[in-house]
């Protein structure tokens, strides 16, 4: 499987950017997918995951009621919907995909087997 991330950029503080992870190759064996971030002089830490077709979503505290995670199967492609933007959601954006069954961590990096380059999100204040 490979994913590539796009959509980041710079925006204010209050509004939105659409994250999107394209992926490619045995997309048919993703039972997951997630958002991370990593921003400068921290670790990587989870945003969001969705499950299966959609129907089981779980976000961070930090962006619940923000962000919503989704996905197009059609197109094998995941988005990440960022509203209310804030100056500490600075980061650079990674998708990931776990294409595996069972075993948890599904908030954790050890639970994904594939990853994007990243996108880099810059929220101004």
């Known amino acids: 499987v490979q994913l590539q991330a796009s959509g980041g950029g710079l925006v204010q503080a209050g509004g939105s950017l659409r994250l999107s992870c394209q992926a490619s190759g045995r997309t048919s064996s993703t039972y997951a997918m997630g958002w991370f971030r990593q921003a400068p002089g921290k670790e990587r830490e989870f945003v969001a995951y969705?499950?299966?077709?959609?129907?089981?979503?779980y976000y961070a505290d930090s962006v619940k009621g923000r962000f919503t995670i989704s996905r197009d199967n059609a197109k094998n492609t995941m988005y990440l919907q960022m509203n209310s933007l804030k100056p500490e959601d600075t980061a650079v954006y990674y998708c990931?995909?776990?294409?595996?069954?069972?075993?948890?961590?599904?908030?954790?990096?050890?639970?994904?087997?594939?990853w994007g380059q990243g996108t880099l999100v810059t929220v101004s204040s």
């Open positions: 969705i499950r299966g077709s959609g129907s089981s979503t």
């Open positions: 990931a995909a776990r294409t595996y069954l069972g075993g948890g961590y599904y908030t954790d990096e050890r639970g994904y087997d594939y």
